[in-house]
């Protein structure tokens, strides 16, 4: 399992190490520390060796009692859906879902190979990012990368925010879980936007 969560790391040093790749695209790649052109792999997999023991503190631990995960990119749809199932979807609540903060786009993979060991159905909310610059690989190797227990990924156009029509932060994306909560609190968020995100989440628990 460990050398297979550096299957995202070795894609991209893949990429970076092939002539066709484009060389604007290899700028991208290294400048977002995706990959390296000289790849440690036995340090690669020591640090594999950690993530799950950094990751998998008391709150996450609930995830190997539940009986679906929705894998959350970030925060703050983890936040917002958790909130969302303890104030207004508590018919949904009784069905023992756990939102899971897989702490950013590139540790998705991680939780599917994770979830699909184990044997845990799982779906994922992720953000598409319009498929830019080196999002549409990244997509592209998370869709690859289900398991038989993955029952959806569902992927936001842009991100979130954009999906309800709501502004984002301007300056830090750490205020994201706050400035949706606010929307929302305020009443700034279309009720029909979040039917429709209700509906996403059935569609995934239900299949």
């Not at 969560?5 to 970076?16: A, R, S, T, V």
């Not at 520390?33 to 993530?51: F, I, N, T, Y």
């Not at 199932?85 to 756990?98: N, T």
């Not at 939780?111 to 080196?134: P, Q, T």
Request: charge should be neutral; glycine fraction near 4%; charged fraction near 30%.
């Amino acid at each position: 399992m460990l050398d297979e969560n550096k299957g995202l790391f070795n894609h991209f040093c893949n990429l970076l190490n092939d002539p066709a790749t484009d060389a604007g695209f290899k700028k991208k790649i290294v400048e977002k520390g995706l990959a390296d052109p000289m790849p440690d792999h036995v340090k690669q997999l020591e640090q594999e060796s950690m993530r799950y023991l950094l990751w998998l503190d008391a709150e996450r631990a609930s995830l190997f009692f539940a009986k679906h995960i929705v894998i959350c990119e970030g925060a703050t749809e983890k936040v917002f859906i958790d909130y969302l199932l303890h104030e207004d979807w508590k018919d949904l609540k009784v069905r023992h879902i756990y939102l899971l903060d897989a702490l950013g786009k590139y540790n998705i993979h991680r939780f599917l190979n994770l979830l699909g060991a184990i044997g845990i159905k799982h779906s994922v909310f992720m953000d598409k990012d319009l498929d830019k610059d080196v999002h549409k690989e990244i997509n592209n190797f998370i869709v690859s990368h289900q398991n038989g227990f993955t029952k959806d990924i569902h992927m936001f156009d842009e991100d979130l925010e954009v999906f309800f029509g709501i502004q984002k932060p301007e300056k830090r994306k750490d205020m994201k879980p706050i400035n949706i909560m606010m929307h929302h609190k305020k009443g700034l968020i279309d009720a029909t936007k979040l039917s429709k995100l209700r509906q996403l989440l059935e569609n995934q628990i239900n299949k």
